[in-house]
């Protein structure tokens, strides 16, 4: 049974289309498509994205996006089951050699304490020990009423400096990927989180990708019949007819199944 990458590519040659034509259609990026196609998911930014990539690119290729999904499942579950085996193959051992292995075990420590026993005897001199004096006691007495601190005995988290609290949040598979086609001439602001992603002129032809956690703000568009998004795979719909102007459009997760 063809997996779900083969199935994908012998759609798309069926239809003799290039990975760019395929990007052109689905305006999904070449490097994603050909992702699916291999079956290296790790290189689209989470599962989600791959499940919404997969049904658009079906779609596109005249399959079935259910069937499609259903067979990726089905696969990627069990690749997940198969990577959780335990790699290696514990036999139980015959009762009757446990004793032997036991006995064994014990001859070579006896046969060696024996040989460290005896190298020590004729290498090594015999050691006085002095017994200690009070001296030291009275000093380390002396040394604590004198105002002198003992060492304070430091645990290891209070040695590591800790985790701020409000660390800023890497966008994951719950974020927003927008692909931007210009088909005309368009002048834009636009936003991610707040920050300015892309400002000025741009000419027909030109593609960009935006990433953000949740929202991304359209500020300002000008000619916007001219501009074609993307949302996480999904061709949203045009924000307006060639030569207008619209402002303050805002794509959120929500934007992906409402606009």
């Not at 049904?55 to 990577?83: G, W």
């Not at 380390?140 to 290891?156: E, F, H, I, Q, R």
């Not at 703000?217 to 949302?231: D, I, K, R, Y």
Request: aromatic fraction near 6%; glycine fraction near 6%; hydrophobic fraction near 40%.
């Amino acid at each position: 049974m063809a997996g779900v990458g083969e199935k994908l590519r012998v759609a798309r040659e069926m239809k003799a289309w290039s990975l760019n034509d395929a990007e052109e259609a689905t305006k999904i990026r070449a490097r994603y498509l050909e992702a699916l196609e291999n079956e290296q998911y790790e290189i689209i930014p989470g599962i989600a994205y791959v499940k919404g990539f997969l049904q658009t690119y079906a779609k596109h290729l005249d399959l079935d996006p259910r069937e499609v999904l259903e067979l990726f499942k089905s696969t990627y579950v069990s690749e997940k089951k198969n990577s959780l085996k335990m790699p290696f193959n514990f036999s139980s051992r015959p009762f009757w050699r446990r004793p032997v292995t036991a006995v064994i075990m014990a001859l070579l420590v006896i046969s060696a304490v024996v040989v460290i026993a005896d190298w020590s005897t004729h290498s090594q001199k015999p050691i006085s020990y002095t017994p200690l004096s009070s001296a030291p006691e009275e000093n380390k007495v002396k040394d604590t009423d004198s105002g002198v601190a003992p060492p304070l005995n430091v645990t290891s988290s209070e040695a590591q400096p800790s985790t701020p609290a409000n660390s800023p949040e890497v966008p994951g598979t719950e974020g927003l990927i927008a692909q931007l086609v210009f088909k005309q001439k368009c002048w834009l602001l636009v936003k991610a989180d707040g920050e300015v992603a892309l400002e000025g002129e741009y000419s027909g032809g030109t593609t960009k990708e935006l990433i953000a956690a949740n929202n991304i703000e359209f500020v300002t568009v000008g000619n916007a019949g001219g501009l074609s998004v993307t949302l996480n795979g999904m061709i949203q719909p045009s924000m307006g007819s060639s030569g207008e102007v619209v402002n303050n459009i805002i794509l959120t997760k929500d934007s992906i199944s409402t606009r």
